[in-house]
C-alpha cells in the first residue's frame, strides 16, 4: 500500500545544530508539505513544493529550508536549531494540480531542542 | 489570509451520543478537508468536501459554501471517536491548508 513516512520519529538536539528531518512518500504526488504543530497554534505551513525542483514558502518558514530533488522525498532541514522550534513536524503530501485534492499526512517528527 | 474557527473548542459526550461540530470560514474556498487526530498524534483525513453532503459509516459532513460554513456529524459516538477533530481549508489556486484550532472531542464509555 501506499503511503507516507517521516524519521525520525522522535529527535533531541541541541541549540546551535543543522537537523534534517525525512519525509518519504510512495504516492507518486505531485504536491508534498510541511507543517508544524504546537499548542495554541494547531498546524502551521512551513515550505511545500508542486514538483521536482520546486518549493515555495509558507507561513512560518524562517530558519527552515527543503529541496526537492524527486517526486518522492521532501526533507526538511533546520539551518541552526533554535528553542522556539521545539515542536511536532508533519509531512504531508496530495495529488493533482490546481485545486488539488486530499492531503494525506505521515505520523510525525517530535522535535526537542534543548 | 482566510480565517477558520470551529466550534465548540471542547466537547464531551457520553458513548452512543451523536454530536454536531462546525467550522466557519471567512472567505470562499475550493478545498475543505476534515480530519480526525487520535490520541496517538496520527492526523486521518476524514472528508474532502468543498461543497455538498458526504457520508463515511457514523460520520457525515456537509459544507455550504455560499454560507461559508462546514458541519461534520458524529452519530452513535463511541470511545475510539476521542482525538482532536480540525477543518483546513484553502481559497487559493494552490493546494495549501489553513487549520481551524480543532475541537477537542473526549468521548466516555
Known amino acids: 500500500d501506499a503511503e507516507i513516512t517521516q524519521s525520525p520519529r522522535h529527535k533531541i538536539t541541541e541549540t546551535g545544530r543543522q537537523v534534517t528531518l525525512a519525509c518519504h512518500q510512495t504516492?507518486?504526488?505531485?504536491?508534498m508539505f510541511w507543517y508544524r504543530q504546537d499548542l495554541g497554534h494547531g498546524l502551521r505551513l512551513i515550505h511545500y513544493?508542486?514538483?521536482?525542483?520546486?518549493?515555495n514558502k509558507g507561513e512560518v518558514s524562517d530558519g527552515y529550508s527543503v529541496s526537492r530533488s524527486n517526486t518522492e522525498d521532501l526533507p526538511l532541514t533546520l539551518e541552526s536549531a533554535a528553542s522556539s522550534q521545539t515542536s511536532v513536524y508533519f509531512c504531508?503530501?496530495?495529488?493533482?494540480?490546481?485545486?488539488?485534492?486530499?492531503?494525506?499526512f505521515g505520523p510525525g517528527t517530535r522535535l526537542t531542542v534543548l | 489570509g482566510i480565517q477558520v474557527e470551529q466550534s465548540p473548542p471542547d466537547l464531551i459526550l457520553q458513548e452512543g451520543a451523536n454530536s454536531t461540530l462546525r467550522c466557519n470560514f471567512s472567505?470562499?474556498?475550493?478545498?475543505l478537508q476534515w480530519f480526525h487526530q487520535n490520541p496517538w498524534g496520527q492526523l486521518i483525513n476524514l472528508f474532502y468536501?468543498?461543497?455538498g453532503t458526504k457520508q463515511n459509516g457514523r460520520l457525515s459532513a456537509t459544507t455550504v459554501a455560499t454560507e461559508r460554513y462546514s458541519l461534520l456529524y458524529i452519530s452513535s459516538s463511541q470511545t475510539t471517536d476521542s482525538g482532536v477533530y480540525f477543518c483546513?481549508?484553502?481559497?487559493?489556486?494552490?493546494?495549501?491548508?489553513?487549520f481551524g484550532g480543532g475541537t477537542r472531542l473526549m468521548v466516555k464509555p
Open positions: 504531508a503530501s496530495s495529488e493533482g494540480t490546481g485545486t488539488g485534492g486530499t492531503q494525506y
Open positions: 504516492w507518486n504526488h505531485n504536491n
Open positions: 513544493s508542486y514538483g521536482v525542483q520546486d518549493t
Open positions: 472567505d470562499s474556498v475550493n478545498n
Open positions: 468536501i468543498p461543497s
Open positions: 483546513a481549508v484553502n481559497n487559493n489556486a494552490g493546494n495549501m491548508l489553513t
